[in-house]
């Protein structure tokens, strides 16, 4: 099972992107998919996560101006992110924190896709 994330680029201040993220292989089912970023210099922190009833939570800092959505048909997970600022550069990383291959076998877990550089410029 692999995570391959799309979207990412360069942009002005203001603003917007989509990222994309959809997983390939044998899957069941998918739990909760999350965005997290990383920063030159930075940890890597959460951005925005989605459980499979499509509840979503957000940072603080990008709460209005990003949303997170899922396609579970396609087990995809989706970031608009609007009205962008340049501490918004980072390297984006989609992730999903459970993922079935059937209903009887063990799943995988904590699973990272490749990053996606975003660069919002001022």
């Known amino acids: 099972v692999q995570l391959q994330a799309f979207g990412g680029g360069l942009v002005q201040a203001g603003g917007s992107l989509r990222l994309s993220c959809a997983a390939s292989g044998s899957i069941f089912s998918i739990n909760i998919m999350d965005w997290y970023r990383q920063a030159p210099g930075k940890q890597r922190e959460l951005v925005a996560s989605?459980?499979?009833?499509?509840?979503?939570n957000y940072a603080e800092s990008v709460k209005g101006r990003f949303t997170i959505s899922r396609d579970i048909a396609k087990y995809t997970v989706y970031l608009q992110m609007d009205t962008l600022k340049p501490e918004d550069t980072a390297v984006y990383y989609c992730?999903?924190?459970?993922?079935?291959?059937?209903?009887?076998?063990?799943?995988?877990?904590?699973?990272w896709g490749q990053g996606t550089q975003v660069t919002v410029s001022s």
């Open positions: 992730h999903a924190d459970q993922i079935a291959v059937n209903h009887w076998s063990r799943p995988e877990y904590d699973i």
């Open positions: 989605i459980t499979r009833d499509s509840v979503a």
